[in-house]
């Protein structure tokens, strides 16, 4: 199994950042790419930022230019700084990590809990 913990979420005023962390834990082989995703309330969960084991990043449209994915293979962590936060990226940012255990032997995603982000204007 693989366990993911999130962290740094909070309440901060508009135009204000905040960074993300996400440690992932367990039995792993290997992880691969790695995602954070967000849901506001009455919306669907949509994907916020993506990276490859190598690095190479992707973003939604409405966050490019003010949020930044990165990782530390070494530590099993990927981040998403989020810079001049606006109300409409308030949401439950949730990590999401492909990785491959010992117990199952092929990529499975795997979920973090969850972690609140308001932005208050």
């Known amino acids: 199994q693989v366990q993911l913990v999130e962290s740094g979420g909070g309440l901060v005023q508009a135009g204000g950042s905040l960074r993300l962390s996400c440690a992932a834990s367990g039995s792993i082989v290997a992880i691969y790419d790695m995602h954070w995703y967000r849901q506001a309330p009455g919306k669907q969960r949509e994907l916020v930022a993506s990276?490859?084991?190598?690095?190479?990043?992707n973003y939604a449209d409405s966050v490019k230019g003010r949020f930044t994915i990165s990782r530390e293979n070494a530590k099993k962590t990927v981040y998403l700084q989020m810079n001049n936060l606006q109300p409409e990226d308030t949401a439950v940012y949730y990590c999401n990590a492909e990785a491959v255990t010992y117990a199952i032997g092929r990529v499975y995603p795997y979920w973090g809990q969850g972690t609140q982000v308001t932005v208050s204007s």
């Open positions: 990276i490859n084991s190598g690095g190479r990043t």
